[in-house]
């Protein structure tokens, strides 16, 4: 059966696996972390700018620290980097327990937790996904990041299913324990049994200049830029409406907290079923398209939310966004792994992760939005922009829709001259 589904290459390699089920448990703690202080925030304070704040603090390291950081530990062991950042969460989910367990949190306590649990993504998405790519072959990097994408979609089911009930039945002080509990299982996963003796641990490439050739990389390369490019439409356009989700469903909906992780986690169902569906069954040919589709629907899906009367109407429409952001987060580091030179390849994650690092100032548009008009009309005005971004983003470089297989600068197979012609961004 795994064979057949392609998953085998991870789930049937010993070192893979533990390098997947420690991505699965940071995963939960971020999600569950995710909706926990935003619901937290909007019952402290009642506003919608403080929610997007808890997301913006989470989300600016990866601005700014993704490509010094990806460029300074590119020469280093990638499995103990990760289990270093496992170990430094786990320390910062302990202290935040105490702090909650006297009664000494607030919320600029609970916005800087948030920004060190976002150092860590910093480090943790390009450095393990890079790590479990190598470990497992990037002849199988479809599969391996099709299945990192469904468990993504899995955690944020659990996380944010988990997050709704513990803030309802244990508050903050659930959250941080089991979150204590989650990381202590991922370094778990990553110390635990014999020496490494895999590829990842196999001598690095030669560092080839500074820490700014994932970006030169990037510009020689239209699809890698392509790439870029929709990275930037979904974190300033598309992701950001999961800040404003909640505050729709309590108050349009009237729902209380554990209904509103409820009602959210057919986000993350429909997610799963989607990346599960292009792990085992995606060709490589249909990666750019699954890519942009996958930002079309969820804009659709966001549009469909804000109209919804009701929340059994929302339903599909959140099942539609959760489907969409398993497309796009299957393709979002399979196609620069495919296509960066390997010399370059965590660099060029790097420029990647900076481009997520973009969704702080999408929460925080979104948050200003919610305040001025409302979450409802706010979550309509980003969809529609995304949309419209991401059209003229494809008509200025088409080989984003083209189909082909991925691979590095002049190895990718290329659609024929007189549908996609060569021209310069300029001009």
Excluded: K
Aim: glycine letters at 12%; a positive charge; one cysteine or more.
């Amino acid at each position: 059966m795994l064979p057949a589904l392609g998953w085998s290459c991870v789930l049937g390699h010993r070192t893979g696996r533990r390098i997947w089920l420690a991505g699965l448990a940071i995963g939960v703690v971020r999600w569950l972390e995710m909706l926990a202080f935003a619901l937290w925030a909007l019952a402290a304070t009642g506003s919608p700018m403080a929610v997007a704040a808890t997301s913006f603090a989470r989300l600016l390291p990866l601005l700014l620290l993704s490509v010094p950081l990806t460029g300074l530990l590119e020469a280093r062991d990638r499995r103990r980097v990760v289990l270093a950042g496992v170990f430094a969460m786990l320390a910062t989910s302990l202290a935040m327990l105490a702090a909650s367990v006297t009664d000494r949190l607030g919320l600029p306590l609970l916005l800087a937790a948030a920004f060190a649990n976002g150092v860590f993504w910093t480090i943790e998405q390009p450095v393990r996904r890079t790590l479990l790519g190598e470990t497992v072959g990037l002849e199988h990097a479809a599969a391996s990041m099709g299945l990192e994408a469904a468990s993504a979609q899995l955690t944020r089911l659990l996380g944010t299913v988990a997050g709704g009930a513990a803030v309802a039945f244990l508050g903050l002080d659930g959250v941080f324990l089991a979150s204590a509990a989650l990381y202590a299982a991922a370094g778990l996963a990553l110390g635990a049994g014999a020496p490494w003796t895999d590829r990842a641990l196999a001598p690095r490439a030669r560092r080839d200049g500074g820490l700014w050739d994932g970006l030169a990389a990037v510009r020689r390369d239209r699809l890698l830029l392509g790439a870029v490019l929709v990275t930037l439409i979904f974190n300033l356009w598309g992701f950001p409406w999961t800040a404003l989700a909640p505050v729709v469903a309590e108050r349009r909906f009237g729902l209380d907290p554990a209904a509103i992780g409820l009602l959210l986690g057919a986000d993350g169902l429909a997610g799963v079923l989607a990346a599960l569906r292009i792990a085992a069954r995606a060709r490589p040919a249909s990666f750019r398209r699954i890519y942009v589709g996958g930002v079309v629907l969820l804009m659709l899906g966001v549009i469909g939310y804000a109209l919804a009367p009701s929340a059994l109407l929302a339903l599909p429409c959140i099942a539609a966004a959760g489907a969409g952001m398993a497309c796009f987060s299957a393709m979002q580091m399979t196609i620069p792994l495919s296509a960066a030179p390997p010399a370059l390849r965590l660099r060029v994650l790097g420029v990647v992760t900076t481009a997520i690092g973009t969704a702080p100032l999408g929460f925080l548009q979104v948050g200003l939005l919610g305040e001025w008009l409302g979450p409802a009309l706010a979550l309509l005005l980003i969809a529609g922009l995304g949309l419209a971004t991401l059209a003229l983003a494809v008509a200025r470089i088409p080989e984003l829709v083209a189909v082909g297989r991925v691979g590095p600068s002049g190895t990718q197979d290329r659609p024929p001259v007189e549908r996609v012609e060569p021209r310069g961004l300029a001009g």
